[in-house]
C-alpha cells in the first residue's frame, strides 16, 4: 500500500497519508525507505536535496533547503526555510483559460429577492452600529425569535466592539462592512441598531446602501427613543409581516455565491479538502455562479497563479496592487511578510507560507479571475472575485458573507465550531477528524484518498444542494453565528 502521495511530476518530496515509520516503503512500486518517523500530513524527501535547493511540492518551490537533506528524510522546520522576500516581481502572462466542463444540471430551493437575486435563508439580521448596543441586539433577537418562530428562518443580532473611537480607515471598514450585510439576499429584513452619539453615525451608513435596496431595512436610534426593546421589537414585526412565509423556489446554479475559506489547515488540506472545494467553484462558475476567494496573506508565494488566470491586464493590474498593499501593511507594523503559518498549521505539517499558499489557492479551482475587491466590497461578475481580507477566520469569512457568499465552504485539517451569517459548510482535510468532531464537521474530504475525486465531488455538491435548499449546517445547529470586523487602526 501507498503510506505516501507525490503531488507533481516534479516534486522532490512526498506528503504522508499515514503515520510511517522507520523503514518503511512510502510507495508500494518504489523503494522508497522512509529514514526516520514521518507523521500523517508531513513531508519526506524522495531524492537527496542540497543545502539551498528548491524543495518542491505543488509542481512548485516550497521553500528552499536549510541543511543537505537526504532521501527519506522528513522535511520540516529544522530543515526547510521559507524564499519569500517582501515584494514580488509580478509578470503579466495570461496563460489560456481552459474549458470550463460542462456545468452540473444541480439545482436549489432559494428566496427570490426583488433584484434577482437568492438567497439561500429569509432570516431577520440585526445590526448594531456600535458595540453599546450589542446586548440590546441580542436580547430584542432572541424575544423575536421565539415570536416569530416557522415564519422566518430566523432572528440573529450580529454584535461587534466597534463603531466608535475609531478613525479614517478603521471607521471606514466598520462601515463598509455593516452596510454590505444590510444588503445580503440571506436576509429578508434588516433592523440596524444605533445608539446616537457614536462615530459610526447612523446617516453615513445608510449613505452607502443604495436607495434601491433598502425596502427591507428598519433602523432605530436607541437615545432617541424611551423604551428602546419595546421599539425594536416592534420594528422586527414589521419586517416579518413583510418578508415572513415566504417560500422556496427552484433557483439554477448560476444564481449562487460561493465564498471558499480554509482555517486550521494541515499537511493534508492541499490534497483533499481544498482540490475538492476547487472543483466546486468550477462547477459553479461553470453554471455561470460568483465564487470569492480571499485571505490574502495565504496566497502570497502563489499569488502569479491567480495573476496568471486574470481576464485582462486591468485585473491583473488590480491584483498587483492588492499584494502590494497588503504586504506594505505587514512592513508598515514590522512584521515579516512570510509570517505563518500558525503553530496549529505547522504540528499538522504545513511548513512554509509557500507551502500553505500553494495549498490554499486550489479552492478556487481554475476559474478565471474576473474581479478584484476591496474589503466591504461585493461580488459584481460571474468567475472568480478576490476580496481583499487578512486570513483571520471570522474577519475574512464575515468579509465573505459582506461580499454576498449566501453559502460558505470551509476547509480545515485541526478543526474549528465557528459559524458566520452565511450558512457554513466545515470540511474536514481527514477522515479522523470527521470522525472525532462529528459535531462541527460537515462532510468528510478524507474519503477522496479512498473513493477518488469524483464521486467526492458529487457527493458535496449535493450536500451544497441541500444546504442551499434549507438544511441546517453543523454550525448553524450549534448556534455559531457570528461576525467579526478588520480592526486596522487606532483606538481613540
Same mark, same amino acid.
Given at each position: ?119 439561500? *435563508?429569509?432570516? +431577520?439580521?440585526? /445590526? ?8 440590546? =441586539? &441580542?436580547?430584542? #433577537?432572541? %424575544? ?69 435596496? *433598502?425596502?427591507? +431595512?428598519?433602523? /432605530? ?8 426593546? =419595546? &421599539?425594536?421589537? #416592534?420594528? %422586527? ?256
Amino acid at each position: 500500500m501507498n503510506r505516501a502521495i507525490r503531488i507533481g511530476d516534479g516534486d522532490n518530496v512526498a506528503t504522508a497519508i499515514a503515520d510511517i515509520a522507520p523503514g518503511q516503503l512510502l510507495f508500494a512500486d518504489e523503494d522508497i525507505r522512509a529514514a526516520a518517523a514521518v507523521p500523517r500530513g508531513h513531508k519526506i524527501a524522495l531524492a537527496a536535496i542540497a543545502r539551498g535547493s528548491p524543495v518542491v511540492k505543488y509542481g512548485f518551490p516550497i521553500g528552499r533547503a536549510a541543511a543537505n537533506i537526504a532521501p527519506g528524510e522528513p522535511v520540516h522546520r529544522h530543515n526547510l526555510a521559507t524564499a519569500l522576500g517582501d515584494k514580488g516581481d509580478y509578470r503579466y502572462h495570461p496563460q489560456p483559460v481552459q474549458a470550463a466542463a460542462a456545468a452540473p444540471s444541480t439545482a436549489f430551493r432559494g428566496y427570490v429577492r426583488a433584484d434577482g437575486r437568492v438567497g439561500t *435563508r429569509n432570516e +431577520i439580521w440585526i /445590526l448594531p452600529t456600535v458595540g453599546c448596543v450589542g446586548n440590546l =441586539a &441580542a436580547r430584542v #433577537a432572541r %424575544i423575536a425569535g421565539e415570536r416569530h418562530a416557522g415564519r422566518v428562518d430566523g432572528v440573529h443580532a450580529f454584535k461587534h466592539p466597534f463603531g466608535c473611537s475609531q478613525l479614517g480607515d478603521d471607521l471606514g471598514h466598520t462601515r463598509k462592512l455593516l452596510a454590505a450585510l444590510a444588503q445580503h439576499p440571506n436576509a429578508g429584513g434588516v433592523l440596524i441598531v444605533a445608539l446616537g452619539c457614536e462615530s459610526n453615525q447612523l446617516g453615513a451608513l445608510l449613505d452607502l446602501i443604495p436607495a434601491d435596496r *433598502r425596502a427591507h +431595512i428598519r433602523t /432605530l436610534s436607541a437615545q432617541a427613543v424611551e423604551d428602546d426593546e =419595546a &421599539a425594536c421589537l #416592534a420594528l %422586527i414585526d414589521e419586517l416579518v409581516e413583510h418578508c415572513g412565509d415566504m417560500v422556496r423556489t427552484e433557483a439554477p446554479l448560476s444564481k449562487l455565491v460561493l465564498g471558499v475559506k480554509c482555517g486550521g489547515s494541515d499537511g493534508l488540506s492541499g490534497l483533499t479538502a481544498n482540490p475538492l472545494v476547487g472543483r466546486m467553484a468550477d462547477a459553479v462558475a461553470a453554471a455561470g455562479g460568483k465564487v470569492v476567494l480571499t485571505e490574502i496573506p495565504e496566497i502570497f508565494g502563489a499569488e502569479q497563479l491567480l495573476m496568471d488566470r486574470a481576464v485582462s491586464r486591468a485585473v491583473f493590474d488590480d491584483t498587483v496592487a492588492l499584494v502590494h498593499d497588503f504586504k506594505d501593511y505587514f512592513i508598515r507594523h514590522g512584521e515579516p511578510v512570510s509570517e505563518n503559518p500558525s503553530p496549529g498549521n505547522i504540528a499538522g505539517g504545513i511548513t512554509t507560507l509557500e507551502e500553505k499558499s500553494l495549498g490554499a489557492v486550489q479552492k478556487g479551482g481554475r476559474v478565471p479571475l474576473v474581479d478584484v475587491q476591496r474589503y466591504g466590497g461585493e461580488a459584481r461578475l460571474p468567475g472568480l472575485t478576490l476580496l481583499e481580507a487578512p486570513g483571520n477566520d471570522a474577519v475574512s469569512s464575515t468579509a465573505l458573507t459582506a461580499a454576498g457568499a449566501t453559502i460558505i465552504l470551509f476547509t480545515t485539517g485541526r478543526g474549528t465550531p465557528l459559524g458566520f451569517p452565511a450558512p457554513t459548510l466545515k470540511i474536514a482535510s481527514n477522515s479522523d477528524l470527521a470522525a472525532r468532531k462529528a459535531g462541527w464537521i460537515d462532510f468528510d474530504a478524507g474519503r477522496v484518498l479512498d473513493n477518488g475525486f469524483e464521486r467526492s465531488a458529487e457527493a458535496l455538491l449535493d450536500l451544497i444542494a441541500a444546504t442551499a435548499s434549507g438544511a441546517p449546517t453543523k454550525a448553524e445547529a450549534n448556534e455559531e453565528r457570528d461576525i467579526a470586523i478588520w480592526k486596522s487602526g487606532v483606538t481613540l
